[in-house]
């Protein structure tokens, strides 16, 4: 009986990790269950295990390490997720505009983009823990700071989650700063045609899954707001604001390569009607220019005009299906 085909998946490669989970093969669904539900499960037992039996724990710390491992696991299966998608996005574009398969090697993350996220990130969160602490006892400093981490579920949340949480989320930021330049590298290369513009959405396609991504990420939050602890308030304070932003700027990026798109595809639009335009006024050989030269002969007054009235019809914005 021959085996699950392991799959190559350029933008995960070099990612440990990610890049073994990839390679089982396992569906959207198992990875959910894997990932999200093992990445809580996971927490709330470690948690159970190195506080848990510490007088004044407390329950709060509980939420927070389901919530981190949540978030843990969310973003390691979304990295996954937009990794296969959009490879799956610029192979479906090969047919018709095989030109952009250079754009599948830059999917790739280098090595030192990679460390340098996941490293960024992690000091990042690290620091946003540290800061939330020193605002919320501003009369005590650094001896509060010192109290705070002397907390019996400090050392796994805020020495171990929390910089995980920062790494998994550089290598997501990793993943959209390959995936962009890909997109922007396919957007600027494709022959456009203005037959085929319902197969360029692809390029559209990732922008989508981050706004989708960013909806699921940002459903998690509420929650913690409702927890009575002083601390874990000022950093979701900290913490959402920056996470919005941070969609934000991503959306932006990946709106980048559709944007440039929708320029070319309004430049091809023009030149097609330009040929249409020549033709009506009796240049017999404009239409041997277009996409249907190879009727450019047979072509009549009725049926230029039904053509001009056609490109004039077609959205400038390759993101028609949406």
Not at 36 to 57: E, H, N, Q
Not at 209 to 217: Q, T
Request: charged share 15%; hydrophobic share 55%.
């Amino acid at each position: 009986m021959a085996g699950k085909a392991k799959l190559d998946i350029a933008g995960l490669r070099g990612v440990w990790g990610l890049e073994q989970l990839e390679r089982t093969g396992l569906g959207a669904g198992k990875l959910a269950r894997i990932l999200v539900g093992g990445g809580i499960a996971a927490s709330v037992l470690l948690y159970a295990l190195l506080a848990r039996g510490v007088p004044g724990a407390g329950w709060v710390p509980f939420w927070v390490a389901a919530f981190l491992g949540s978030i843990i696991g969310v973003t390691a299966l979304a990295t996954i997720a937009l990794a296969r998608s959009t490879q799956a996005d610029l192979e479906g574009l090969l047919p018709v505009a095989p030109e952009v398969s250079p754009a599948l090697a830059l999917l790739n993350p280098s090595r030192g983009l990679l460390a340098a996220l996941v490293m960024l990130m992690s000091l990042m969160n690290l620091l946003a823990v540290n800061v939330s602490a020193l605002m919320t006892m501003p009369d005590r400093g650094m001896e509060g700071l010192v109290a705070y981490w002397s907390q019996p579920w400090a050392f796994f949340i805020v020495l171990v989650q929390t910089p995980l949480a920062g790494g998994i989320q550089g290598v997501l930021y990793s993943t959209f700063a390959t995936q962009v330049r890909a997109l922007t590298h396919a957007a600027r290369r494709i022959d456009v045609d203005v037959l085929e513009l319902d197969q360029y959405p692809r390029v559209a396609n990732p922008m989508v899954r981050v706004v989708v991504f960013g909806i699921v990420l940002l459903s998690l939050f509420p929650g913690l707001f409702v927890l009575e602890d002083s601390i874990l308030d000022r950093i979701m304070s900290l913490v959402t604001p920056v996470t919005v932003l941070t969609l934000l700027v991503v959306i932006g990026a990946y709106g980048y390569p559709v944007w440039i798109l929708k320029k070319r595809i309004r430049a091809a639009k023009d030149a097609e009607l330009g040929y249409v335009f020549r033709s009506l006024r009796g240049d017999t050989d404009a239409m041997t220019h277009s996409r249907i030269a190879g009727r450019a002969g047979s072509l009549t007054f009725s049926e230029l005009l039904d053509y001009r009235a056609f490109i004039e019809s077609l959205w400038d914005w390759p993101v028609a299906p949406y």
